[in-house]
């Protein structure tokens, strides 16, 4: 069975930095792109940044420059470091395949940026 899980979100003040994790089964962390998503209150999913299984990297245009995705094949782990926290970055963050798949969804890591 498919698992991806995530975490590290939480509330931190605009400006701050946080790194999001997101363990993933190995059968289709290796052979597949990752993503991080990210959902806000009334708002669509959205692509944030997504990383090939041989490392290359593409991110939206809000958070280029801040965001920076990678990934350790060894420990089918995928990551989202984040820095200088805009409020509007306030959402849900889910890491899924790149594309995503309707069957890999998990529950997600809260991030807040607030003061």
């Known amino acids: 069975q498919v698992q991806l899980v995530e975490s590290g979100g939480g509330l931190v003040q605009p400006g701050g930095s946080l790194r999001l994790s997101c363990a993933a089964s190995?059968?289709?962390?290796?052979?597949?792109?990752m993503g991080w998503y990210r959902q806000a209150p009334g708002k669509q999913r959205e692509l944030v940044a997504s990383?090939?299984?041989?490392?290359?990297?593409k991110y939206a245009d809000s958070v280029k420059g801040r965001f920076a995705i990678s990934r350790d094949n060894a420990k089918n782990t995928v990551y989202l470091q984040m820095n200088s926290l805009k409020p509007e970055d306030t959402a849900v963050y889910y890491c899924?395949?790149?594309?995503?798949?309707?069957?890999?969804w998990g529950q997600g890591t809260q991030v807040t940026v607030s003061s």
């Open positions: 899924n395949t790149f594309p995503y798949s309707v069957h890999y």
């Open positions: 190995g059968s289709i962390f290796r052979i597949n792109a």
């Open positions: 990383i090939t299984s041989g490392g290359s990297t």
